[in-house]
């Protein structure tokens, strides 16, 4: 059951967002028992593999280059510091690793290369790989797909009606399309939202409106509270009530009962009691690790004691499906034959120069003259 038959019309959702909350949750943590262990929470963690700079306008968003905040620009990380990093999160605990990198879409360059790279070796650790890198067209997709990446994520954020409010350098249409995409190479979606950025509960239904009316709605669901970055145009927004968090994961548990419901951004802005009521209304997922992409998370060790008090287990990785084969990549293929041509050439050359009389030339310094 990828969709709750029992709720079809935007009414209905607003009326079970709206329900007593103690109802909401019992009615959640009871549909999830029917599709998930409810002691299992996956632990996934973030990497920005590329951060801030972004071209893009989205109004809650600290890697916007045209916002003035305190975040420090980064280019793309080297391949061998994401597997150190990668590795690292594997053995705290996580069975997931998002990379996420602040680009407008992909484009066809050295950079989609090393991404490339970086996904056959994160599923040569065992892990889940999940990218978040922008607009993605289909051989994007598919180059990723057969790297070994099993979920791309790419955020509706809101309902149709609100997201201009939000961002203005892209439309709804464009995110579908990158989603359509995605699905269409056989790659899992991640899709969610963001609650908290001054939305009606309307536009917190639109969202879940926009994934019911899909063909295939997302496997993933991330639902994020607001972190308000200074500097951002969101930056005054009111940090949202604990209850609303815990209302939108149950919504969206209902709704959607075989997806993995995450607990996203925000979590520092939370107690565990609230955390606790949201992994009974069918939270699966956690971010982990003391940062999400730029701003602060709780660190591995707070969520090891809460797991522990709630008596959660961590999910293994490839428990919904399983993990995709790597391919190797034609392009990158490629470039390391020509690559292995213009050594063997460049050495081919140095012999002969050397069998022809050729000395290498000796370079006196004041060292060697004494
Ligand atoms: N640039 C790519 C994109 O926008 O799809 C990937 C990176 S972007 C930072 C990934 C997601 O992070 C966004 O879609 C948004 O939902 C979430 N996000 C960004 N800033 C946030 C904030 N301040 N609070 C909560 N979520 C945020
Ligand atoms: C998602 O829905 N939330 C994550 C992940 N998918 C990429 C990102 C949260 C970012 C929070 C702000 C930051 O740390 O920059
Ligand atoms: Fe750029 Fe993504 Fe941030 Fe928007 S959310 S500004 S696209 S990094």
């Given at each position: ?77 080297t391949v061998d ?80 009606e609100f997201y ?207």
């Open positions: 059951m990828k969709v709750n038959p029992a709720y079809q019309t935007k009414e209905q959702l607003l009326e079970l967002y709206n329900k007593p909350l103690l109802e909401l949750v019992f009615e959640a943590a009871t549909i999830h028992r029917q599709f998930h262990n409810p002691r299992e929470v996956q632990m996934s963690s973030l990497l920005s593999i590329k951060t801030g700079g972004c071209s893009e306008d989205c109004g809650y968003c600290p890697q916007a280059a045209r916002y003035h905040t305190d975040l420090e620009a980064h280019k793309l990380m510091s994401v597997i150190e990093q990668a590795q690292n999160a594997k053995t705290n605990g996580s069975s997931r690793l998002c990379m996420g990198a602040a680009w407008r879409e992909v484009r066809d360059n050295k950079d989609f290369d090393n991404v490339i790279e970086m996904v056959q070796a994160v599923n040569n650790l065992g892990m889940e790989v999940c990218c978040t890198l922008g607009m993605l067209n289909e051989d994007q997709a598919l180059r990723l797909k057969n790297a070994g990446l099993f979920a791309y994520n790419h955020n509706l954020d809101t309902s149709p201009g409010d939000v961002i203005s350098t892209r439309e709804y249409e464009d995110r579908l399309n990158t989603i359509e995409n995605a699905r269409k190479a056989g790659i899992t979606v991640c899709s969610g939202g963001i609650i908290g950025m001054g939305e009606a509960v309307e536009d917190r239904i639109g969202l879940l409106m926009s994934y019911m009316q899909m063909e295939t709605p997302p496997e993933s669901i991330p639902i994020n509270a607001l972190v308000a970055v200074e500097g951002t145009p969101l930056e005054d927004q009111k940090p949202i009530e604990q209850w609303e968090m815990i209302r939108m994961v149950a919504t969206t548990r209902i709704i959607f009962p075989e997806a993995i419901v995450r607990l996203s951004a925000g979590r520092t802005k939370m107690n565990m009691e609230a955390q606790a009521l949201c992994f009974m209304a069918g939270a699966g997922s956690i971010f982990a690790g003391d940062k999400l992409l730029t701003t602060p998370n709780p660190d591995f060790n707070e969520d090891k004691e809460m797991f522990e008090i709630l008596g959660l287990i961590s999910k293994e990785p490839f428990k919904d499906a399983e993990q995709p084969v790597t391919i190797p990549d034609a392009k990158i293929e490629e470039r390391k034959k020509q690559e292995a041509a213009r050594q063997t050439e460049l050495e081919e050359a140095k012999k002969n120069a050397f069998e022809a009389g050729f000395q290498p030339r000796k370079i006196v310094t004041a060292d060697s003259k004494s």
